[in-house]
Every structure is written in C-alpha cells, then in structure tokens.
C-alpha cells in the first residue's frame, strides 16, 4: 500500500494516495499505523520537489547498496586482514577506483534539469 504513494506522477496525486492509504489503514483498524502514516508521509515526499526525471535516483538507495555489496565481496575475499589498517586501505582502494573510472564518466543527475528549475522559480518570484 505504502509503495502505491510513491509511485504517482505529481506531488497532488502522492497527497490523494496517502489520503486514500490512511482511509484504508483505517478501516482496518490499524490506528497507530493510520497516524503515523498521516503525520509522517509529507516527509517521505521531499524528492518531489526535484523534476520528476531526478526521483527514482533521490528516492532510492540502489547506489550505496552497490557500494555495500562489492565492499563485502572484496572483504570476504581476504577472509582475515593482517592489520587494522588493512581493510580501510582496501575500501579506500576500492572506493576510488569507482569514482575515477565507474562513475567518474556517467552523471548520476541531470544538472541541467536543476538548472531549468531554478530559472523558472526565479522568474516566478521576479
């Protein structure tokens, strides 16, 4: 049900979901879950206020759990370090060499898409 909010178009459509998610929770007798739900989902819908094209990418964790999955595979590899300085060392290492060669040659956010957005409020507000 939670997941339904955040797959709407617009920011207005995510609010009437929630509306309906909480109704829903309600009717089910679930009031601590229907609060918090209430209270809480203006939160969870900060990425809206990017263009829509940045949201899954702000929304998402996919890239720190990648991060996470070849750091592990790495460190099992060794099995036990000699040091304590050797496992940083390898991260360290590691993590490098994804910013220079991985995503060093891919943006993971359109700027430009940024850049439009503070063009329009500017104008807005002028």
């Known amino acids: 049900m939670l997941k339904a909010i955040h797959a709407q178009e617009s920011r207005e459509a995510c609010g009437r979901k929630a509306g309906e998610v909480a109704d829903e929770l309600e009717s089910i007798r679930l009031g601590?879950?229907?609060?918090?739900?209430?209270?809480?989902f203006a939160e969870t819908l900060?990425?809206?206020?990017?263009?829509?094209?940045h949201w899954r990418r702000?929304?998402?964790?996919?890239?720190?759990?990648?991060i996470n999955r070849e750091t592990r595979r790495r460190t099992r590899v060794v099995g036990a370090?000699?040091?304590?300085?050797?496992?940083?060392?390898?991260?360290?290492?590691?993590?490098?060499?994804?910013?220079?060669?991985e995503w060093g040659k891919r943006r993971y956010l359109d700027m430009f898409k940024l850049e439009e957005m503070d063009e329009l409020r500017g104008k807005a507000e002028g």
């Open 32 to 40: 601590a879950g229907t609060r918090t739900e209430r209270d809480g």
């Open 46 to 53: 900060a990425y809206t206020e990017f263009p829509p094209e």
């Open 58 to 66: 702000i929304r998402t964790n996919n890239g720190i759990e990648r």
């Open 81 to 101: 370090f000699p040091d304590g300085n050797s496992a940083p060392m390898l991260v360290t290492a590691k993590l490098k060499c994804i910013v220079e060669h």
